[in-house]
DNA sequence: AATAGGATTTCCT
DNA sequence: GGAAATCCTATTC
């Protein structure tokens, strides 16, 4: 079953817990989502929609169950999945999964034979699963979506903690991993 | 083991 | 002009 917008369209926090265990599947690649973050809007000073619309982050504006990917430090695509209702900016981050599928692929597109240094960060795992700008603004809803994420496991403990490269201000404990993954980031 | 620097887009001051 | 939702490599301890 492919999580559909009702799943999306709820707050940020929730779905970034909830989606942890799920199978996330772009073109016969699939990995196990083990850590995640949350991002809202006017009142998160960390997040692309904090100081309103613009052309990169208006995906996050948008309606719940796309996938915004964007390009960070001007090298890497990082994958994100819209939440919360149209007009209410919000995002959840698949910061690393754990390969199930399609290792060989994966291998090829990172050029590393290590399985632990595939999918372990948000910038591995769109170069392993061959994610980048063409994929932004698809509709991960639909059974025929290029990506998306099936219903598949929960994870047996979950763990809230700060996110991962956001200053210490403001921030909240708006990070979720699965506790005893082998495949979390750093 | 720990630290430092580079690659280089998008947006803000 | 400078920082940002990162990762890799080289250098030094």
């Known amino acids: 079953m492919t999580l559909n917008k009702s799943f999306y369209c709820r707050d940020p926090s929730e779905v970034a817990r909830d989606i942890l265990g799920k199978k996330l599947v772009k073109n016969g690649l699939t990995g196990k989502i083990v850590e995640t973050e949350a991002y809202y809007g006017e009142d998160d000073p ?3 929609a904090y100081n309103g619309k613009t052309n990169r982050n208006r995906l996050m504006f948008g309606e719940p169950g796309r996938v915004y990917v964007y390009l960070c430090y001007g090298m890497y695509h990082l994958l994100n999945f819209t939440t919360r ?24 597109n990172r050029n ?11 910038g591995k795992l769109t170069e392993a699963f061959g994610i980048d700008k063409e994929e932004n603004g698809e509709d991960a809803t ?13 994870c ?6 700060k996110r991962i490269g956001v200053s210490e201000e403001h921030e909240r404990n ?4 699965c506790k005893d993954s082998d495949f979390l980031s750093r």
Do not use: C
């Open 46 to 48: 960390a997040s692309h």
């Open 174 to 177: 708006l990070r979720f991993v």
């Open 85 to 108: 209702e149209e007009g209410k900016p919000g995002a959840v981050l698949i910061r690393a999964v754990e390969p199930l599928q399609g290792l060989e692929s994966m291998k090829t």
């Open 142 to 154: 639909g059974e025929g979506s290029p990506i998306k994420v099936k219903e598949w496991k929960n």
């Open 112 to 122: 590393t034979s290590r399985k632990e240094n595939l999918t372990t960060g948000p």
């Open 156 to 161: 047996d403990e979950i763990q809230r903690t």
